[in-house]
């Protein structure tokens, strides 16, 4: 059966008649009755008895109605679906990140995003930078979140925010009193920081402008590890500023001289127009950061 025919038997079964299935269907008496005669002749069987001037399912009748209902069942959950689609309250969200940004602005930003679409699931991977590149470039996510810059041509970026990095010290250190640091002040206490990411070079770079080899106690790859290490007392730590401060109440913040601008991006394949869904999980994460009073800026592509 064609799906016009579906509809207009299915018509004749809700309305009980011929002329309550044209009503239905806003079409004419004899259209709907010629409809049925060429059903049932391509069909080779009668679907209704005449008795009195009304029409009677067979049997078999019965049972085919409920495989049609099932098609229309089918077709209105398709409907439906289109229409979450459209107004994105349904669908997959695939994401990848930096820890630090999952930690930093993400998590709650999913949370916010899925308390208003309940239906939407969101595939999330935390990893490290070069794997979020690689995923974004290769178009297996939607919206990759970094902090490092990325020259890949395959990607369109976004900076979503500008910061810098800053020095992380116990209140009871010796440098506690100062407005800012340099690499003069703090190359003499244990150093903890990153040797492994995109900023690690840069920071070299500061220190040698200042007449200073940098050296480090600990290097981990891990800033919310990074801020429990200074916490612990084993030193003084340059990270990235997007662990909160209510996260580590016990220690201070300084502004590390020279400046080294550091900035959230997303990232997603060029060639790929991003999705209704993923547009809007967007937009929810440069409103989150907006409410952290980050400035956000935006980077040519």
């Known amino acids: 059966m064609k799906l016009r025919e579906m509809e207009i038997f299915r018509a004749i079964m809700l309305g009980g008649s011929v002329s309550e299935a044209a009503r239905i269907l806003n079409v004419s008496q004899p259209a709907v009755s010629t409809a049925l005669r060429h059903m ?9 008895r005449r008795e009195k001037g009304r ?8 049972k085919l109605y409920a495989e049609v209902e099932g098609v229309f069942e089918k077709l209105d959950a398709v409907q439906r679906f289109a229409e979450d689609l459209r107004d994105t309250r349904s669908g997959v969200l695939s994401l990848a990140s930096t820890p630090t940004l999952t930690y930093a602005f993400l998590a709650e930003a999913i949370a916010r995003f899925r308390c208003e679409r309940p239906a939407v699931r969101v595939l999330l991977e935390v990893t490290h930078t070069q794997r979020t590149v690689e995923l974004a470039a290769a178009g297996q996510i939607d919206l990759g979140f970094i902090h490092a810059p990325s020259e890949n041509p395959l990607l369109r970026v976004e900076k979503l925010a500008t910061s810098a990095i800053i020095c992380v ?32 070079p840069r920071i070299d770079e500061a220190f040698r402008a200042c007449g200073v080899e940098r050296d ?3 290097a981990c790859n891990h800033t919310m590890t990074v801020f429990m290490l200074v916490e612990a007392g084993a030193g003084i730590a340059l990270v990235d500023p997007w662990i909160r401060e209510g996260q580590f109440p016990t ?12 900035c959230p991006r997303a990232l997603s394949q060029r060639s790929t127009p991003l999705t209704r869904l993923a547009e809007e999980f967007l937009q929810t994460v440069r409103d989150k950061i907006g409410t952290d009073s980050i400035s956000a800026a935006s980077e040519p592509e």
């Open 251 to 262: 220690l201070l913040r300084k502004p590390f001289r020279p400046t080294i601008e550091v």
């Open 169 to 200: 010290l116990p209140q009871d250190h010796p440098l506690a009193d100062r407005p800012f640091l340099g690499a003069k002040d703090i190359c003499r206490f244990p150093l903890i920081t990153n040797n492994r990411n995109t900023i690690a």
């Open 55 to 62: 029409i009677l399912p067979t049997p078999e009748t019965l």
């Open 40 to 48: 049932e002749d391509r069909l080779g069987m009668r679907l209704f």
């Open 216 to 218: 480090f106690a600990i």
